[in-house]
């Protein structure tokens, strides 16, 4: 449970209208229990990696606002807790639903942060969150071997 404290205090950290919503509907679901799909398979797993992704977007995108690369990279795959969908529309989705904007940019690299859409939207807090999911997941180690 220390990735669900660290993942609460660092939304917390943020100071956004709103974030005290997300974290009671994070609670009350599955997201700090559920695992991460095809990678990080264990109970967790889905928290470890979003918390895997903050810590490196915050090494590559130092330069971003702290509050961007929080709400990017540990809510970035929050969708998943819905059964069925696409899971970057469900993640701003439901942050929609539960009274949480995000900024344009946001958005945008929430819903695009897969490495196959990299040609659509080319801000920096984009490609830090696609270098960085790619990362958690271990597909750069699946490239590098077919390269």
Not at 70 to 94: F, Q, R, Y
């Amino acid at each position: 449970m220390a990735n669900k404290e660290r993942i609460i205090e660092i939304l917390r950290s943020t100071g956004r209208p709103g974030i005290d919503t997300v974290i009671s509907h994070l609670e009350a679901s599955d997201f700090f229990t559920r695992p991460g799909g095809g990678h990080h398979t264990e109970p967790g797993g889905l928290a470890q990696h979003s918390l895997e992704v903050y810590r490196i977007m915050r090494l590559i995108a130092w330069f971003q606002p702290s509050d961007r690369i929080a709400v990017t990279a540990l809510l970035h795959d929050m969708g998943k807790i819905e059964n069925g969908g696409w899971h970057p529309w469900l993640s701003v989705k439901l942050l929609g639903e539960w009274g949480f904007e995000l900024s344009e940019e946001e958005y945008i690299v929430i819903l695009r942060h897969h490495r196959n859409q990299l040609h659509y939207f080319r801000s920096p807090l984009r490609r830090a969150l696609s270098a960085a999911d790619a990362i958690s997941t271990g597909w750069w180690k699946l490239w590098h071997r077919a390269s």
